[in-house]
């Protein structure tokens, strides 16, 4: 979802072309980089934003504030989407806030001289299967390269393993992590380097010597075992009467990433009615109302956000999607050259055009949009798909 852009980065990606014809959307809370901040990236590597996973998106980026992974052990819709997609054999991939940062350069890559174990072993190891191991990498729970593993990731999960068993959420973990590894110089990989433990008040706490370090930095001697308690309580949001418009606007992707769109619409329907004039709230409430099934209504926030900044593309944009699910292809059509006269360089929005042109037998329009799409994204596996059809409408044999 767009929310208000942050400060600007200050640095350059190390490789400006590193997401080359790859459609990106994100899920969760970025730690590092506000959503405007990781779009701009985007686009500047050569990569192109999509606003969900279906039906184009070849990469799914979790943030990792808060994390994607909640108490239950349930991921956020998009997860679950792209998952689904995945194992339909379409190709999307799944990475970390930390692997994004990797990929444009902005970070040094994990070491890979002593990795040398792959997941299946590491799997068999712990006991646990593929789509268990992803999603503790989705938390930035290790760091694998090339998609090897070394001997301190093997214990970091080993440990990561007898925390969930003693229901410790994933969630807490990391958080816990993050705490702990900054009260102690020279460690970088705590699961490997230090002994966890659950405290008698279910806090994650390190063994020190014959003390415990707490995460607020404590030191409190040990006379017996931890007890085994619940976890630690997640984060919570900031109570609502100290929230301005931004503040509901982070509470509403708050409760999406954790796939509540019901607390998820009550907060952006509060954004905007303390910013009435900012597109952002109805564009985020528009889209939870989409996913929620509510068309009618995901059509009237996408048509408000679109009249408060008649340059936003993408609100007309999913406009159209709303209007096309509600079988007023004219309308759709309407508002998908909206889109493309906002933004020109909008492969999307062509391809939609197409498609849409082709099932309203408008074989002109449905062509020239085919040729507009392929102008923009010649060598995606998407392309390959509209070259089909664009020979199909023409006559041709495209190789």
């Known amino acids: 979802m767009t929310q208000p852009a942050g400060q600007q980065i200050s640095g350059e ?6 997401l080359l014809g790859q459609r990106v959307t994100f899920t969760g809370r970025f730690a590092t980089l506000t959503r405007a901040e990781a779009e701009r990236l985007v686009d500047r590597a050569a990569g192109r934003v999509v606003s969900g996973v279906a039906p184009r998106a070849t990469m799914l980026v979790v943030g990792m504030r808060g994390w ?5 052990g349930r991921v956020t819709r998009k997860i679950e989407e792209a998952e689904r997609v995945r194992a339909s054999g379409k190709p ?3 990475v970390s806030e930390t692997q994004f940062r990797e ?37 930035g729970l290790v760091r694998p390269h090339a998609g090897k593993y070394d001997f301190q990731d093997l214990v970091s999960l080993r440990t990561v393993a007898g925390l969930v068993a003693k229901s410790v959420s994933p969630v807490v973990i990391r958080k816990s992590l993050e705490a702990l590894g900054g009260l102690l110089p020279g460690i970088d990989r705590p699961l490997a380097q230090l002994n966890i433990l659950v405290s008698d008040k279910g806090e994650l706490v390190a063994e020190v010597e014959e003390a415990l370090l707490t995460q607020t930095g404590q030191l409190e001697m040990r006379f017996d075992p931890p007890a085994v308690g619940d976890a630690a309580a997640p984060f919570t949001l900031v109570p609502g009467e100290t929230r301005d418009s931004a503040g509901w606007i982070e509470a509403g992707i708050e409760h999406e990433a954790v796939g509540d769109l019901v607390e998820a619409e009550s907060a952006y329907r509060r954004a905007a009615a ?11 409430l528009g889209n939870v109302l989409l996913a929620a099934g509510k068309l009618e209504a995901a059509a009237e926030r996408f048509a408000q956000a679109a009249a408060l900044d008649p340059r936003h593309a993408q609100a007309w944009f999913n406009l159209a999607h709303v209007q096309d699910e509600l079988r007023d292809g004219r309308s759709a059509m309407r508002y998908l050259r909206r889109a493309i006269a906002v933004n020109p360089a909008f492969a999307d929005a062509y391809f939609n055009l197409a498609e849409l042109a082709e099932r309203l037998g408008d074989k002109e ?4 949009a085919w040729d507009d799409y392929l102008r923009l994204d010649p060598a995606s596996e998407w392309s390959a798909l509209a070259r089909r059809k664009l020979g199909a409408l023409r006559g041709l044999a495209w190789a």
């Open 13 to 18: 990606p190390g490789h400006p072309a590193g």
């Open 68 to 72: 994607p992974l909640i108490d239950s």
């Open 92 to 94: 999307i991939r799944i």
């Open 103 to 139: 990929m444009l350069g902005l970070d040094p890559p994990a070491k890979s001289e002593t990795k040398a174990l792959d997941a299946e072993q590491v799997c068999a190891a712990l006991g646990i299967d593929r789509r268990t191991l992803e999603r503790w990498e989705h938390c």
């Open 274 to 284: 303390l910013a009435p004039d900012d597109p952002i709230p109805p564009f985020n």
């Open 365 to 368: 329009t449905a062509a020239s």
